[in-house]
Every structure is written in C-alpha cells, then in structure tokens.
C-alpha cells in the first residue's frame, strides 16, 4: 500500500528557508508524479509544485515563483520542498500526494494517496 510521510516542518522568520521532504514507501517513486499542495487556515487546499514522473516540474502557484524548488531522487523515494525567502503568507500545512501519471495535475481530486501534512509557520 502506498504511504507518503512528510517531513521538515517547522516555525521560521520571515525572510527563512526550510526544506520539506516526502518520502514515499509500498511502492516505488518510480510510477508517481508527486505534488506538493498546501493549505492555509481558511482557505482551500492549492497547488503548488509537481514533480512530473516523466521528468520536469510544474509550478502552479505564482506566488512561490523563484522562491521555491522541487527536487526528486527516484533512488531514495523521496521528493523535497525547498522554500527559500519566506514569508507569512507561506503559513500552511504542507501536503505531499502522488499521482499514477506522466504528468502532475493541479487537481487534488486525482491524486491517489497523501500525507498527513506538515505545519509551516513563518512569523517573527
């Protein structure tokens, strides 16, 4: 059975980085896409980077352009998060999903397994 856990969360200033991974297990890396989506308090959950399993990455929120960087090691099952210049407004619970696609999906609907989600709080 497919499990995702994330890790690396944590409390940060502004101006910060952190780094989140997703390690994934029942299964291999090497079948997924995998999505990291976050959800802040009060609003929906959004997209907001993929890692496409036939390589390549999609970025789907603006707001983290230039800041953010997905980066996938099929050989340790982990996909990792790294934020750099954050900032309060980055504050969420962050959520690893994988998809069994080329191509990632901004749609949380098909994704097929998640993980628990891990907080990000950027304050001073």
């Not at 990291?36 to 890692?51: H, M, N």
């Not at 504050?91 to 098909?110: L, N, P, V």
């Amino acid at each position: 059975q497919l499990q995702l856990a994330e890790s690396g969360g944590g409390l940060v200033q502004p101006g910060g980085s952190l780094r989140l991974s997703c390690r994934v297990s029942g299964s291999t890396l090497d079948y997924y896409s995998i999505g990291w989506f976050r959800q802040a308090p009060g609003k929906e959950r959004e997209a907001v980077l993929c890692s496409n399993l036939i390589g390549g990455s999609r970025n789907y929120a603006d707001s983290v352009k230039g800041r953010f960087t997905i980066r996938r090691d099929n050989a340790e099952n982990t996909v990792s998060l790294e934020m750099d210049s954050l900032k309060p407004e980055d504050t969420a619970i962050y959520y690893c999903a994988a998809i069994k696609e080329y191509y990632c999906s901004r749609y949380a609907e098909g994704y097929e397994a998640w993980g628990q989600g891990t907080q990000v709080t950027v304050s001073s």
